[in-house]
């Protein structure tokens, strides 16, 4: 029996189609969370229009089943979805963790981390700076070359209690980026958006546990778990999806 979109929509925890009314916002940003007047929309390229859009207009629950408990509990947090231009045209940055940590040795991520006391507090920009922050101490970005312009809705990762807000920003003026702590990193990239889009290059993981989720072979990675499933939701709103084998799979270890 064919599987329909609703039916791998409805377990993967998302909805299909166009976002309708979206969360409670202020000017497009989640109520609760401030920007800190970082966030600026002019001056855009055209092709992230679609982008904008989604994240002003995206419900929380048509990007994942996990959203942050409504106890308040869990450690705020935030990542970096940084769109770039290269010589293939739209990218994203991403960074591979580690071969040596504990915690999901070797998967391909946003750089972004914890929220810290110098942040400032969620309410004041304070998530907006943590991504940042990290950033630069991950990637070795300079965050003056990074123009913010969206926060997307929070979501939560129940395995290690962090609720994450994901911050989209616009790398205006590219830097240099690279390894900065090994023993944290393993490598830092970029990736062609035309690569993500691609049907070829996408398939579903499946964890050991159970748990499948969507997953992308590019750049000599496997990108899954939170950071595959915040790309498949915004190339799915912002109308760059292509249809892809869903039947497709690529097993995970327990490792993973």
Do not use: C
């Not at 409670?24 to 982008?51: N, S």
């Not at 991403?94 to 929220?115: D, T, V, Y």
């Not at 240099?176 to 490598?187: C, H, I, L, N, S």
């Amino acid at each position: 029996m064919t599987r329909t979109q609703a039916e791998t929509d409805a377990e993967n925890g998302t909805t299909t189609g166009r976002p309708a009314a979206g969360p409670p916002t202020i000017d497009g940003v989640p109520r609760g969370i401030g920007t800190g007047g970082l966030v600026r929309r002019d001056g855009l390229p055209d092709w992230l229009a679609p982008v904008d859009r989604a994240a002003r207009t995206v419900e929380p629950e048509q990007l994942s089943r996990f959203l942050p408990p409504e106890s308040g509990a869990g450690r705020q947090s935030a990542v970096l979805i940084l769109f770039g231009e290269g010589e293939r045209g739209p990218e994203l940055l991403l960074m591979e963790r580690s071969g040596s940590l504990r915690s999901h040795p070797g998967q391909p991520s946003f750089p972004g981390g914890a929220l810290d006391p110098e942040d400032g507090a969620p309410a004041d920009g304070g998530l907006l700076r943590a991504a940042l922050r990290e950033a630069e101490e991950e990637t070795g970005l300079d965050p003056s070359g990074v123009q913010l312009f969206g926060v997307l809705p929070q979501l939560y990762i129940p395995v290690s209690g962090f609720v994450v807000t994901p911050v989209l920003g616009w790398w205006r003026t590219p830097t240099p980026v690279g390894v900065v702590d090994p023993a944290e990193t393993a490598r830092v990239f970029t990736v062609p958006v035309a690569d993500l889009t691609d049907p070829a290059n996408r398939a579903t993981a499946v964890h050991p546990s159970g748990h499948n989720g969507p997953a992308f072979l590019v750049a000599s990675a496997l990108v899954w778990g939170f950071t595959a499933g915040v790309i498949d939701r915004l190339l799915h709103y912002a109308g760059w999806e292509r249809p892809w084998d869903r039947a497709k799979q690529v097993p995970l270890d327990w490792r993973s």
